[in-house]
């Protein structure tokens, strides 16, 4: 091929191809500098820009930006360092692929299959935060529970990315749910169109586009965001359910998989799992409830740890589901609940007694606990395989914090996991065919809050580690079961903390 004269290239008269990135040089873009297409795209893509209006009307090809390659038009500049990118974004014309795709994109090249962030507002109006961890990796996604937002906006503070949304007429509210990404600088920010059908273009318009770089202006201390999330364990994709400034902890799926549950400021409550608002449930006197609680195997039934009697200690009780008075079970304090058998008639937990901390099991009814475990160090987090023979747990006995299994009386112990990370709370699914736990650095002691932890996932029966998600947690996390009655879904609580004040 005849090179072209790089004064060609400033008039703006070819077009040529490079890595794979088919770069269009002509007018001015306002906040950007060029556009192209990325991948392979049937039906090449557009930009008009309106100077006077400052709107980029943008048309797109490609089969998809998802999985391990993308396809799109992009429109661009390099930046380097934290930046946020924030648009109101429209389709201009009604109908077209429920999946087409109208993205701000923090990108690491012009290749296919780059490391990226993106918030995504698709045709159907599903909005999403994606990225792509590892060149040629898979996509993943956190879904708002916003559906078609007028106004987007993706952040990145360090290799930290999150989104924020806003309906017509309203400010941008973080949307839930963040990860964490490395991009090194410098790196592409931008808008891009994809059609999610190779043989048509899709078009879309961005307006009151926004840059900004830097950190955002700060007074005072941190503020504590909590998103209660659920993941497709097959996909691995999240879902926000719920958002708000302020802590709450420790979701429990309902046994008719239509609820969770969660504990905020010593109280308990109840939420729809496709959202809404949480619903205080009454539990009488218990108004220091902790984040160790759950649910009988039948669904009517709630067992909390409450410290609002005796010392401010921990102590089990069980009330009926949709609220009343707690029935105390434990007379030793502290104990904290983790689990509750298949057949609804032991529960089992974790006490402190003499300063040691061992698993304990006692009857539903109340009576004499049993203890299970004995070694020096701290055993927690107990909670029952659902064929009822087995109890699994997390123990410090062998120098960090590993799985292990017992069975139900306490005899044969054995260690499940062995790696550089400390594991806590393992809870099998329904199915029996997982267990779920989570997991922090080597160096980080107990189960502390506001952490860099993984979500990992095991078969029941031994095999590779799957890391779920990625996220600030650890407290407040997984602390107690969160499958979904059918083995698909885990709910969990994400952390993030935030400037007093922001952009």
């Known amino acids: 091929m005849k090179r072209l004269s790089p004064h060609l290239l400033l008039l703006g008269l070819p077009t040529f191809l490079l ?50 390659t993308d396809a799109f038009h992009f429109v661009w500049k390099q930046v380097s360092g934290d930046v946020s990118l924030a648009a109101d974004i429209r389709w201009p014309e009604a109908g077209g692929n429920a999946h087409r795709k109208a993205v701000l994109i923090l990108r690491q090249s ?21 990225y792509r961890e590892v060149r040629g990796g898979p996509t993943r996604e956190i879904q708002s529970n916003l559906a078609a937002p007028q106004r987007i906006r993706i952040e990145r503070e360090g290799d930290t990315v999150s989104m924020s949304v806003a309906r017509a007429g309203e400010a941008l509210q973080p949307a839930g749910g963040s990860f964490k990404i490395k991009l090194s600088d410098p790196f592409f920010v931008g808008l891009a169109v994809c059609a999610h059908d190779n043989k048509v273009v899709e078009k879309a318009l961005f307006s ?16 504590l965001e909590s998103t209660l999330e659920t993941i497709a364990i097959g996909s691995k994709d ?23 549950l969660f504990n905020q400021g010593g109280r308990m409550y109840e939420l729809p799992v496709r959202g809404g608002e949480p619903k205080l449930i009454d539990t009488g006197f218990a108004t220091r409830c902790n984040n160790d609680h759950g649910l009988s195997p039948d669904g009517t039934q709630l067992v909390i740890s409450d410290q609002s009697q005796e010392q401010r200690k921990s102590l089990i009780y069980i009330l009926p589901v949709s609220g009343g008075t707690p029935r105390r079970i434990t007379q030793l304090a502290p104990s ?26 006692i009857p539903t009814e109340g009576g004499e606990e049993k203890r299970l475990t004995a070694s020096i160090g701290l055993d927690d987090g107990p909670d029952y395989s659902p064929d009822g023979q087995t109890i699994y747990f997390n123990s410090v006995r062998t120098g960090t914090m590993q799985i292990w299994r017992m069975k139900t009386e306490g005899s044969d112990q054995q260690q499940v996991t062995s790696d550089e990370y400390n594991n806590w709370f393992p809870h099998p699914s329904p199915d029996g065919k997982w267990i779920v736990f989570l997991s922090y650095e080597k160096d980080v002691t107990g189960h502390p809050a506001n952490k860099d932890v993984m979500l990992r996932m095991m078969p029941a029966g031994g095999g590779e580690i799957q890391v ?7 407290q407040g996390t997984i602390n107690v079961p969160s499958w979904s009655p059918d083995s698909r879904n885990i709910a969990f609580v994400s952390y993030r903390l935030v400037p007093a004040e922001t952009r």
């Open 110 to 130: 012009l290749d296919a299959d780059s490391v990226y962030a993106d918030a995504a507002l698709h045709g159907d109006g599903l909005t999403s935060l994606q």
């Open 208 to 223: 009151n586009v926004e840059i900004t770089s830097g950190k955002p202006k700060a007074t005072g201390q941190p503020v």
């Open 19 to 68: 890595a794979g990135f088919t770069f269009f040089q002509d007018s001015p873009l306002g906040l950007f500098e060029k556009h192209g297409d990325v991948g392979s795209v049937g039906k090449p893509g557009s930009v008009d820009y309106d100077r006077a209006q400052k709107h980029y009307l943008i048309t797109g090809g490609g089969e998809n930006m998802w999985a391990t």
């Open 468 to 474: 779920l998600a990625k996220l600030l947690g650890g």
């Open 336 to 361: 904290y609940w983790h689990g509750w058998s298949p057949d609804g008639k032991t529960l089992a937990y974790c006490g402190e007694r003499n300063g040691e901390y061992d698993i304990y099991t």
């Open 238 to 260: 999240r879902r926000v359910v719920y958002h708000t400034r302020g802590h709450f902890e420790a979701p429990n799926w309902s046994r008719d998989g239509k609820m969770l």
